[in-house]
């Protein structure tokens, strides 16, 4: 039996989204779930049954109309703008379905830019280089993004949101811009990079290769969680 740690706790959360005509729309409707420390979750659903909402309300982008998230038992929904743009600069790593490369930088420039928002100028090449090769890139790190395959700038994309060490690394359809292959390699990478270095990952995804990857399994409808599924016997350390 493995044994965990919770990282993030979210409680009865709803996000309503005030349309100009007095209509009300329900995205999330009532979603509680723990996540563990270094786990892999992927989350399901059909389109429009809220899997983008709940990860902006997880990684800082978006606040709930109600409910709880705690991060480490901190609840963050009460946090400041500012407090939670530190959130999503320092302690979370996206990963999008269009890798958001910007053209006129170099790939390990485009990594680079992550720490440079966190003030972090010395030895940011260095570091680049040494995430940019743990991604398979190493002997990329000076082409333009439209010098690579997709595959190849959504593992620049990934190097970006590891280059933080984040705590938490959310991605939304990573491989839906990828081909079935360039899709497996990529979940393959996201698997292994879970596994070496540790981090908590929550992907939102329908690519079988990622889904097989996953300890947990969230399925998603209406704004509800309609039922998971666990690779693994968990048992839970100092739950908060
Ligand atoms: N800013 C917004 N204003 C109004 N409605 C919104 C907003 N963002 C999302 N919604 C609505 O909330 C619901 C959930 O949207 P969300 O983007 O979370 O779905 P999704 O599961 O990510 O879908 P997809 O698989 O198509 O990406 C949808 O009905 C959507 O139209
Ligand atoms: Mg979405």
């Not at 440079?116 to 990329?140: N, P, Y």
């Not at 996201?190 to 097989?212: A, W």
């Amino acid at each position: 039996m493995e044994s965990k740690e919770i990282l993030i706790s979210i409680s009865d959360l709803h996000r309503e989204f005030q349309m100009g005509d007095g209509i009300v729309v329900k995205a999330l409707r009532g979603i509680s779930m723990e996540i563990y420390k270094g786990e892999f979750v992927v989350v399901l659903g059909p389109s429009g049954s809220g899997k983008t909402t709940l990860l902006n309300q997880i990684g800082g982008i978006d606040s709930p109309t109600h409910g709880s998230i705690k991060i480490k038992g901190i609840e963050i929904t009460e946090w400041s703008a500012n407090k939670l743009a530190e959130y999503r600069r320092n302690k979370v790593g996206w990963i999008f379905q269009f890798f958001n490369l910007i053209p006129s930088l170099r790939v390990w420039e485009n990594v680079g830019l992550a720490l440079e928002f966190q003030g972090k100028r010395k030895m940011i090449k260095t570091h680049c280089i040494s995430i940019l090769d743990a991604v398979g890139l190493g002997d990329k790190i000076d082409r333009f993004p439209s010098q690579l395959s997709g595959g190849e700038q959504q593992r620049v994309a990934i190097a970006r949101a590891l280059v933080k060490n984040p705590d938490l690394i959310v991605a939304d359809e990573p491989t839906g811009n990828l081909d079935f292959v360039t899709g497996q390699k990529i979940a393959n990478l996201m698997k292994e990079l879970n596994q070496e270095f540790g981090g908590t990952y929550i992907v939102v995804s329908h690519d079988v290769s990622m889904t097989k990857k996953a300890d947990r399994v969230f399925h998603l409808r209406d704004g509800h969680i309609e039922s998971f599924e666990s690779n693994k016997v968990i048992a839970v350390e100092n739950p908060y």
